[in-house]
């Protein structure tokens, strides 16, 4: 980023700032929410984390009917876990041998909050947002991330109305492993896209590490 574009982007960020406080206290002095309903919700999305979504993948890597549900209707898998989704409209779309997904908001950044809580500095900022459809495997590289040029990389869109979440494929070498193992292997940019979930002797290096 420029220095320019930062102080653009400075700019632009405390004029929502001051509306967003404009039309909080509009809100509460019309009697609409109270303070209380505000700091609820404030603290239930802080809660929100990606092992939310963890959880369902881990679920429907060892549970083909709740996979077919959550590919079906996403925000209905969420609810069956009781992940609330408080009305997205969640979309899972699942990696296979031939496909690569990944998701972004060119627009702005739109994410699946409620699934994987705060989205990443990078997922907002402009560089991701206008690379990432025109040349994803290069921007997929950049994370770590090397996708065999015979599989297709999808790039999802998300809106304001639609949110993704990415099914990644169960490393190999899992065969057996609980659901709470594998809910370990899985995480936040692999739930994006732009990694692959943690390899089995990955997680081992992990936990050794933080012993
Ligand atoms: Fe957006």
Redesign the pocket.
Same mark, same amino acid.
């Given at each position: 980023m420029t220095d320019h574009a930062h102080l653009r982007h400075g700019v632009k960020d405390n004029h929502y700032k001051r509306l967003a406080i404009a039309v909080r206290e509009l809100l509460i002095e019309k009697g609409v929410v109270t303070e209380d309903e505000i700091a609820t919700f404030m603290a239930r999305m802080d809660a929100r984390s990606p092992e939310l979504g963890a959880r369902m993948v881990a679920r429907a890597w060892v549970d083909p009917e709740y996979k077919k549900r959550m590919l079906a209707d996403g925000s209905a898998a969420a609810e069956e876990l009781g992940i609330a989704v408080d009305g997205t409209l969640l979309v899972v779309v699942e990696n296979t041998e031939d496909v690569h997904n990944l998701f972004v =908001?060119t627009? =702005?950044?739109?994410?699946p909050r409620t699934i994987l809580g705060l989205p990443p500095d990078w997922y907002k900022g402009r560089e991701y947002r206008s690379r990432v459809i025109n040349e994803p495997r290069a921007v997929l590289r950049e994370f770590g991330t090397d996708i065999a040029d015979g599989i297709e990389l999808r790039v999802h869109d998300?809106?304001?109305d639609m949110r993704y979440l990415i099914l990644p494929q169960r490393p190999a070498g899992t065969e057996g492993w609980s659901e709470d193992r594998l809910a370990k292997l899985v995480t936040r940019d692999s739930m994006i896209g732009v990694s692959l979930p943690l390899r089995p002797d990955q997680l081992d290096q992990l936990e050794h590490a933080a012993e």
């Open positions: =908001c627009l =702005c950044s739109c994410y998300s809106t304001a």
